[in-house]
């Protein structure tokens, strides 16, 4: 919900149109906490949503990394009005 609430709040009369693609990237440490996290390509082009959903992720806390090493994920999110 938070990472739909990034996207949500920059749809306005100005911008009903905004859609496009985030890619991201983090790295989960071995207790589960993200040790960094960052934009690696968009095509949504609005500062704001990126830095609120690399926000959203960098507080999440994900389960334990097996073998206490760590996990690099890297995962695509698809942006686009909802249709009324």
């Known amino acids: 919900d938070e ?7 920059e749809i306005s009369a100005e911008n009903p149109d905004l859609a496009g693609r985030i890619g991201l990237r983090w790295v989960i440490g071995p207790s589960g906490g993200v040790t960094s996290a960052g934009v690696m390509s968009t095509s949504l082009k609005n500062a704001n949503v990126e830095g609120c959903v690399v926000n ?4 999440i806390q994900f389960p334990p990394v097996r073998g206490g090493g760590i996990a690099e994920v890297s995962y695509p999110f698809v942006f686009k009005p909802s249709t009324k």
Do not use: A, L, T
């Not at 990472?3 to 709040?9: G, H, N, P, Q, T």
């Not at 959203?56 to 507080?59: E, G, L």
């Open 3 to 9: 990472i739909k609430y990034c996207y949500e709040k």
């Open 56 to 59: 959203v992720i960098k507080r």
